[in-house]
């Protein structure tokens, strides 16, 4: 989505995506940027190599540069994600 822009350092700009989720995505990482996700809707997980993070509307959670992780909605999700603008999606 085309839309927000929000300065996270002076000389980095990031933005907000709004994505209505069911299903899995793959493992991957981001050696360079930090993910954060919030739910409005629905559940959302958050699969790292020791643990699940569950999110449920108005929880967020940030995954640090770096971290392999995967992102699943087993139903019909609606979140809030907010990256770096250079992010690669499927992962580094």
């Known amino acids: 989505m085309n839309g927000t822009t929000s300065h996270t350092k002076p000389d980095t700009a990031g933005y ?4 209505v989720m069911q ?11 930090d993910e954060f ?3 409005l809707d629905g559940e959302f997980l958050v699969d790292l190599p020791d643990r699940t993070v ?3 509307p108005r929880e967020g959670f940030v995954v640090p ?3 392999e992780h995967r992102t699943r909605a087993p139903q019909r ?3 809030l994600m907010v990256e770096n603008a250079g992010i690669i999606p ?3």
């Open 54 to 56: 569950t999110l449920r």
């Open 23 to 33: 299903g899995e995505y793959h493992w991957h990482k981001h050696d360079n940027d």
């Open 37 to 39: 996700f919030f739910v």
């Open 65 to 67: 540069r770096g971290l």
């Open 16 to 19: 907000a995506t709004l994505g």
């Open 77 to 79: 999700a609606v979140i």
């Open 90 to 92: 499927t992962g580094d």
